[in-house]
């Protein structure tokens, strides 16, 4: 019971934090309200209105008495009495029966209350209108050979001003809410930029605006986030001018090389030293771009069937023996940083054409709309299904050798899966349709 009460309620309740927020203020007031109506309708209303109606009947009930110990007559002094004294219009009609039931009102607390006290004081045939006029109740009691017809006035029986009660009730509440409101709204507001600012630092772009506000412990959250943004930055700009240190340093004992390999004899011995040398230029390569990863590049549209035209054919110069389709493509603009996600996608399509000899390219938008979608599908042999994690970490490589040649460095993946995080999506491994491996690249559209 408790379980489904909970899936209920969270399939039904707002998601966001202002919504929850102001349903919080609202539910309390509105039960309140049903509260306070309930029991104003139920003791104060009714009771009221119960004993004015048995004020005014014990009226109708003296001239019941007055009028049926009369001998004869018609009734003019009666009437006039009534006037005077009781402030109604009374007249006796002829007839020995009563007109068909008048339709009641959708609150029938005023019906209700005067049958009661009529029934319980005249004990008589009645009838009662209070619906056809708007400030009289016609009121007509069946006596020996004629009907007495009473019209007064409905503010003697009703208590008319317990709606000016309510009305102030729900007026008062609703402005109150909307006030609230208004104020919940300002609070929350450094919240949402808070969030935003996260948003925005986890995809890589800058945030110059964001500055601590709200209340003392939104602020203190804001200032956390930005000393944590700060020593993150220092952080990658640290690893980032340590690696380009070491490049630096790296490179000028390769260029050495270089030029002394180019001055040696041609034969096995050279062409293998400068394979070693671009093996260990490439290796650097990779170790810089993992470091830096897309700092320094600022993110600005593109167009998608564009960007995924250009991939298309670089695979194309780059892997000639390998059949390369893109199969889907969409005209949509994407707002990323696009040299760091081409080298995202250009490294999971070269793992690819690597390893299979037909790939498949493409990019659409999913079911949702709200995500971009770049799948790669291959025939080659595929991952393993306990390794498709492993990929992802750095200097991993599937084969146990730490040949280059076959195995790489083990950074590119990791270098893509880093791209495409810093971009607000994921990669997925799975199978593919062709056969082989099925990569799926998510960022927000």
Not at 279 to 306: C, N, Q
Request: hydrophobic share 45%; aromatic share 6%; net charge neutral.
């Amino acid at each position: 019971m408790a379980q489904s009460l909970g899936s209920f309620l969270k399939q039904y309740m707002p998601t966001g934090l202002f919504p929850r927020s102001l349903l919080i203020i609202v539910m309390p007031v509105v039960v309140t309200q049903i509260v306070v109506a309930f029991v104003f309708l139920e003791r104060h209303w009714s009771t009221v209105t119960q004993r004015l109606a048995s004020v005014a009947v014990s009226d109708i009930a003296l001239l019941t008495r007055l009028r049926m110990q009369e001998l004869g007559g018609d009734g003019t002094q009666l009437s006039q009495l009534a006037n005077d004294t009781f402030d109604m219009s009374v007249a006796f009609l002829p007839g020995d029966s009563l007109p068909d039931p008048a339709p009641k009102p959708v609150i029938a607390l005023l019906d209700t209350s005067l049958a009661k006290e009529i029934q319980s004081q005249i004990n008589r045939p009645f009838w009662i209108d209070t619906a056809t006029y708007d400030h009289y109740i016609d009121v007509r009691v069946l006596l020996p050979g004629e009907v007495m017809r009473v019209l007064m006035q409905r503010e003697r029986v009703y208590a008319t001003n317990s709606y000016i009660f309510l009305i102030w009730m729900t007026g008062t509440s609703a402005l109150l809410l909307l006030i609230s409101g208004i104020f919940l709204r300002n609070q929350i507001r450094p919240i949402q930029r808070l969030a935003e600012a996260a948003e925005r630092f986890g995809k890589g772009m800058d945030m110059p605006h964001f500055r601590p506000s709200g209340a003392s412990e939104v602020r203190r959250a804001s200032a956390a986030f930005m000393e944590m943004r700060d020593r993150i930055q220092r952080q990658i700009e640290q690893r980032t001018t340590m690696l380009a240190g070491v490049s630096h340093d790296l490179r000028t004992p390769l260029t050495r090389l270089k030029l002394q390999t180019a001055m040696l004899p041609a034969g096995q011995d050279a062409d293998a030293l400068q394979s070693d040398i671009d093996e260990m230029e490439d290796m650097l390569e990779d170790y810089l771009a993992f470091a830096k990863g897309d700092a320094g590049e600022h993110p600005r549209p593109i167009v998608l069937s564009a960007f995924m035209a250009n991939i298309h054919s670089d695979a194309l110069r780059r892997w000639p023996h390998v059949q390369v389709k893109l199969t889907d493509s969409i005209d949509h603009r994407l707002t990323l940083k696009p040299n760091a996600f081409k080298r995202c996608v250009a490294n999971i399509v070269n793992n690819a054409c690597a390893h299979a000899g037909s790939v498949h390219l493409a990019a659409k938008l999913d079911k949702s709309g709200k995500l971009v979608e770049f799948t790669i599908d291959d025939d080659g042999p595929g991952i393993p299904e306990n390794k498709l994690e492993d990929v992802f970490r750095p200097f991993y490589r599937l084969d146990d050798s730490r040949n280059t040649q076959s195995g790489g460095t083990g950074l590119g993946m990791a270098i893509a899966l880093d791209i495409a995080r810093s971009h607000g999506g994921d990669i997925t491994l799975g199978r593919s349709t062709l056969g082989g491996l099925h990569a799926s690249i998510r960022i927000p559209a």
